[in-house]
Antibody, heavy 118, light 109 residues
Framework: QEQMVESGGGVVQPGRSLRLSCAASGFTFSSHGMHWVRQAPGKGLEWVAVIWYDGSNKYYRDSVKGRFTVSRDNSKNTLYLQMNSLRADDTGVYYC???????????WGQGTLVTVSS | QTVVTQEPSFSVSPGGTVTLTCGMNSGSVSTSFYPSWYQQTPGQPPRTLIYNTNTRSSGVPDRFSGSILGNKAALTITGAQADDESDYYCLLHFDTVWVFGGGTKLTVL
């Protein structure tokens, strides 16, 4: 059974950094692209980034380009999101999600909360 | 910047049928954008309902169906049940980025 567990969230001051991790199990991690999706408190879903199954391609939403970096370690079945120069509007629950057929997201983690506040 | 549009809210009676739509501020939604649909209840992660316009995800009841209606993607719920009361989001794929709609809050009453 597919499972993804995010970690690394917390409270951080504006301008500081944070690294999220997502441990995957129950599927062949190295065969699937992976997404990060976030949700600000009381707001809708917002796509953040995607990484190809082999790490060869990475794409980001405009508002995080140059500040966030997605990476993966297929030997550890783990996805990462390095977040630098954090801003208040980066606050939210960050979900790790598995890509699948039809260019869609097929499975979701439970999420980890990031709060950017002084 | 492409904006993906959804009805902010919708209401349906138990047993009724409702169609939620997903459009764009410029242009028409087609299968080329690989529309997918997600259901979310408060405090829970999203659940994938439909992908590739009209393919149901594993375990999703057949009363959920996806289609293209006119210039929009559509999610139809037939025979709505109380536990269908949720937020529904569409997602469109644009080459190297993905964009969610703003979501529709569905009330069943």
């Amino acid at each position: 059974q597919e499972q993804m567990v995010e970690s690394g969230g917390g409270v951080v001051q504006p301008g500081r950094s944070l690294r999220l991790s997502c441990a995957a199990s129950g599927f062949t991690f190295s065969s699937h692209g992976m997404h990060w999706v976030r949700q600000a408190p009381g707001k809708g879903l917002e796509w953040v980034a995607v990484i190809w199954y082999d790490g060869s391609n990475k794409y980001y939403r405009d508002s995080v380009k140059g500040r966030f970096t997605v990476s993966r370690d297929n030997s550890k079945n783990t996805l990462y999101l390095q977040m630098n120069s954090l801003r208040a509007d980066d606050t939210g629950v960050y979900y790790c999600a598995r890509a699948g057929g039809g260019n869609a997201i097929h499975y979701w983690g439970q999420g980890t909360l990031v709060t950017v506040s002084s | 910047q492409t904006v993906v549009t959804q009805e902010p809210s919708f209401s349906v009676s138990p047993g009724g049928t409702v169609t939620l739509t997903c459009g764009m501020n410029s242009g028409s939604v087609s299968t080329s954008f690989y529309p997918s649909w997600y259901q979310q209840t408060p405090g829970q992660p999203p659940r994938t309902l439909i992908y590739n316009t009209n393919t149901r995800s594993s375990g999703v009841p057949d009363r959920f169906s996806g289609s293209i209606l006119g210039n929009k993607a559509a999610l139809t719920i037939t025979g709505a049940q109380a536990d269908d009361e949720s937020d529904y989001y569409c997602l469109l794929h644009f080459d190297t980025v993905w964009v969610f709609g703003g979501g529709t809050k569905l009330t069943v009453l």
